[in-house]
């Protein structure tokens, strides 16, 4: 039975106990060639962390490819690097997708800079879509894309959630009530 080694990234049976194949379980230690870190095997290959990285900053570019407006490409690609994301963590690929929805939903609501309000996020977004990009709009509000007003949010939120309720009910037995 074959896996992918570890080390080498290739499918190869694997030694008993290990993740890594035979070639370079055997070989001398080396070094990872972007953080330095030192690993079992020959080769040149990167360290699991390096490599999670290198496969978000990859999904960045090819996500950021799929936003419409390019001054909401240039606002989401400056969030996915400041940091926000945990670029070498196995959830930043969810994260990424998340953040590059919420960008390509509120590029069809807001087509000028000028235009992004906290009503139009909220338009575009939704309230349970806006809790899940929270590190996205919170963003946006410290580099001054977006200003927040709790106020008009927590207004948007309950009449959402109004309505969802009336509609709800509006079958029930309650219906004349309403």
């Known amino acids: 039975m074959t896996a992918l080694c570890k080390i080498c990234r ?5 030694m ?10 055997i070989g001398p230690p080396h070094r990872c060639p972007e953080c330095h870190l030192g690993m079992i095997g020959g080769g040149q290959a990167r360290c699991d962390w390096c490599g999670r990285e290198r496969r978000s900053r990859y999904q960045i570019d090819r996500e950021a490819e799929t ?7 240039n606002l989401f690609v400056a969030f996915c690097l400041s940091g ?15 953040a590059a929805d919420a960008c390509r939903r509120i590029a069809i609501k807001t087509p000028n800079p000028a235009d992004l309000t906290i009503e139009a996020v909220h338009a575009a977004l939704g309230t349970d879509s ?6 996205l709009i919170t963003y946006m509000v410290k580099v001054g894309a977006l200003n927040r007003d709790r106020a008009r949010l927590r207004t948007l939120s309950e009449a959402e959630r109004v309505t969802a309720i ?13």
């Open 16 to 25: 008993p106990d290990s993740r890594v194949c035979f070639p370079c379980s």
């Open 84 to 98: 926000e994301i945990p670029l070498r963590a196995v959830a930043a690929r969810l994260q990424i997708e998340r």
């Open 166 to 178: 009336l509609d709800g009910h509006r079958e029930g037995h309650h219906a004349a009530l309403l």
């Open 130 to 135: 806006m809790r899940r990009v929270a590190p």
């Open 67 to 73: 936003i419409p407006r390019r001054w909401l490409v």
């Open 10 to 14: 290739r499918r190869r049976p694997l």
